[in-house]
């Protein structure tokens, strides 16, 4: 056990997971014993959270057009242009851009002031371009953004199937529960392109043409229904659209031979991953990013959720589709509605009463009329000139974004760039004309929630470093500043805490979100809080592991909708100019732009450089060698890295990693080689798919 009477407990800032960390003053942080997440097991990135830490590279103080002022002036100036573009052009002409890695409360507080008070619909978010093919997907099939199972069901499956995800890298504490899982004997199969640590633990690795994830889920509900092991019960209780999907299914999947020929795998293997689906009935199925990156991500995750719905494998122990996202509050985030086309608490745009009880509930002078841009298509408009105030708030687009050069002007472009941060130089704060100091990891009070839907505290043992604030202040003084102090009073992140879980509560007749229990929340709980699944209410004061176990979803029907799937390919494919096909993704011991990671020594001994993993063949082919530089040159952009033989990439493929800023290396972004193509539904950015032709450097 900590002695948690010296030690802070508090979560790691990093990924999905949500792993309980605790701080003692002077010592190396250690995993949380007591939380449920990771039971005190730390992966190497939080491990070395400590080394973070300190005032080096850090944004200390507000900064308008270049000079240093104070927090007084920054506020009016950020409220003048917010108030002139207003004025000038409307409410549409402000946007703002979150991130996954805002606590809920700053989340919130940015949120209402954005959609409630300025009434602008365009409020997007990093998290885009993380799970929101997922979010689009359950709320299809459930008719809610709900992840139906927990971590627990990771222990409890016979078989495990990993579907575009990298678990060993990117979700390390989870992955060692698989581990555990497959020392006991029960099956894994990952179905993943590229083979990886992760695929190195499974019992069938399926190494699948990229992007025909769908054609293999479709020939697998064709497959179940063929060897009737549907549960027919299950289906016409609780389930609508299942003879449409089904005929989708079979049209596209009529038989293991053509799902073999459309996902490029022998014939066995795909027929020996259907009969282990089909005889395990606690089977749980794991997607993450190479699911969801794509320009079909929504109908991929769907047709992975049909093979569920039609064996009435969701929200039971060990039985159940899992979202796991990337980011450590992309979670919060959905809550609070922060996408562009979600209002708060999971209302949505497209309901009247749901627009009328926010609107009702915020008091609020004209709710923006939305859904707004989301993240591609709000750079779009920043690039156009329709955007004239775009408020950065704790993220990189500057790195991280699709066709990176147009962001890029996008932003030189924008009349103003405001950027709250806590890291004084990035890629993006390079074109703010405003910067505001933003409290960092351990300085900052509030709540985050993980793939499992469980809220844990962020908890602060570090005083603020120079005139850093959190989030929620420093937009609640903008709020004030604009007219709007009545409704952003907040003196402590409690009563941030306190009015979500009061909307999510307010007026709430069968709505999944609901942290009703801590509508009344005082300062002593909230600090105290131990981390608990959501909903939080009269029913589950005490949390809820699992939803949808009894049949009843969240759609106005009260039952499960079974989508039709017609496979797509990936839009960009290669051709004779750009004839391999890119894969990015992340590395196991950095994180994101690596503004946080890159300042530990010990997390650049994994990989010190940008790579490019290549066949072999490959290599031979373009009289290249492994060790020296390669240089990917797509339609918009290059990529620069240490040319890496893997035998184990499919040829004609090549993976890059997604970290590097031009800080740490020059011409190393991934996003360069990715074209800004979404997918319909959901928006996110295909980040697995991108096409280049590779040279020496
Ligand atoms: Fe942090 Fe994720 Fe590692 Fe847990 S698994 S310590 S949340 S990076």
Redesign the pocket.
């Known amino acids: 056990m900590n002695d948690k009477a010296q030690a802070t407990c508090t ?9 309980g ?1 605790a701080v003692t003053a002077g010592e190396p942080v250690q ?1 949380d014993t007591t939380h449920p ?2 039971y005190g ?7 070395s ?1 400590h080394e973070t830490l300190g005032d080096n590279g850090r944004l200390l103080h507000p900064r308008v057009r270049g000079r240093r002022t104070d927090w007084s002036h920054a506020v009016q100036s950020v409220a003048g242009v917010i108030r002139e573009a207003v004025a000038q052009h409307g409410p549409g002409s402000v946007g703002f851009y979150l991130s996954g890695q805002l606590l809920t409360e700053d989340y919130y507080a940015a949120n209402k002031l954005a959609k409630g008070f300025i009434g602008t619909p365009h409020v997007d978010t990093n998290s885009r371009l993380c799970m929101s093919s997922a979010v689009a997907a359950h709320k299809r099939a459930f008719g809610a953004d709900v992840v139906p199972g927990c971590y627990d069901d990771l222990d409890m499956a016979d078989l495990l199937v990993l579907v575009g995800s990298n678990a060993a890298w ?6 060692q529960r698989m581990q555990a899982a497959a020392r006991d004997g029960r099956r894994v199969v990952v179905i993943d392109p590229r083979q990886t640590a992760t695929s190195d633990l499974a019992d069938l690795h399926l190494s699948l043409r990229p992007g025909s994830d769908a054609a293999l889920f479709n020939g697998l509900l064709t497959w179940l229904v063929d060897r009737q092991v549907v549960d027919r019960d299950y289906i016409s209780a609780s389930c609508d659209g299942f003879d449409d999907a089904l005929a989708a299914a079979r049209h596209s999947a009529p038989d293991v031979d053509a799902v073999a020929d459309a996902c490029d795998l022998p014939v066995d293997d795909v027929a020996r991953f259907f009969n282990w689906f089909a005889d395990t009935p606690r089977t749980v199925t794991v997607f993450s990013q190479g699911v969801n990156q794509s320009s079909s991500g929504t109908d991929k995750g769907n047709a992975i959720i049909n093979c569920h719905l039609a064996t009435g494998r969701v929200g039971k122990p060990g039985a159940s589709p899992f979202s796991i996202t990337g980011q ?1 509050n992309a979670m919060g985030g959905r809550e609070v509605g922060g996408l562009a086309n979600t209002l708060a608490a999971h209302m949505d745009y497209q309901n009247d009463a749901d627009r009328d009880r926010v609107q009702r509930f915020w008091r609020s002078p004209g709710l923006a009329a939305g859904p707004g841009y989301k993240a591609v298509d709000l750079f779009d408009a920043v690039h156009r000139g329709e955007i004239k105030v775009l408020w950065i708030m704790a993220t990189n687009p500057a790195v991280s974004l699709p066709n990176n050069a147009r962001v890029r002007e996008a932003l030189a472009r924008c009349p103003t760039v405001v950027v709250s941060d806590c890291v004084a130089e990035t890629d993006t704060t390079a074109y703010a004309d405003i910067l505001l100091p933003a409290m960092g990891w351990g300085e900052k009070d509030g709540t985050v929630t ?1 793939s499992e839907r469980r809220i844990s505290r962020q908890r602060a043992f570090l005083p603020p470093t120079g005139e850093a604030r959190p989030d929620w202040w420093i937009i609640s003084e903008v709020a004030r500043e604009l007219g709007y102090g009545d409704a952003f009073s907040y003196t402590a992140p409690v009563d941030v805490f306190r009015e979500h879980a009061a909307l999510s509560a307010f007026e709430n007749d069968g709505r999944p979100f609901d942290l009703a229990g801590f509508k009344h929340v005082d300062s002593e709980s909230y600090d105290a809080l131990a981390p608990i699944q959501w909903p939080v209410n009269q029913r589950y004061p005490q949390g809820r592991s699992r939803l949808f176990d009894d049949g009843c979803f969240a759609t106005p029907s009260g039952r499960a909708q079974f989508v039709a799937i017609t496979p797509d390919q990936p839009v960009q494919q290669p051709d004779r100019d750009f004839p391999m096909v890119v894969n990015s993704g992340r590395i196991r011991d950095q ?1 994101h732009t690596m503004t946080r990671t890159g300042r530990a020594a010990r997390l650049w001994q994994h990989r010190a450089e940008p790579f490019i993993d290549v066949h072999p063949e490959d290599l031979e082919r373009l009289g290249l060698k492994a060790g020296q530089l390669g240089r990917l040159e797509g339609p918009r952009g290059a990529f620069v890295g240490r040319l890496q033989a893997v035998a184990e990439q499919r040829p004609g493929e090549v993976f890059v990693p997604i970290h590097w800023n031009r800080l740490y290396a020059g011409q190393a972004l991934a996003s360069d080689l990715m074209a800004a193509v979404v997918d319909p539904v959901s928006g996110q950015p295909e980040s697995k798919h991108g096409v280049a032709r590779l040279s020496a450097a």
């Not at 979560?11 to 792993?19: E, L």
């Not at 097991?41 to 491990?47: A, E, I, P, W, Y």
Request: hydrophobic fraction near 35%; charged fraction near 5%.
């Open positions: 979560t790691c800032p990093y990924c999905g997971v949500g792993c960390v995993g997440a990771n097991r730390l992966c190497v990135k939080g491990s959270l990117n979700h390390p504490i989870l992955f450590p993980n994180w």
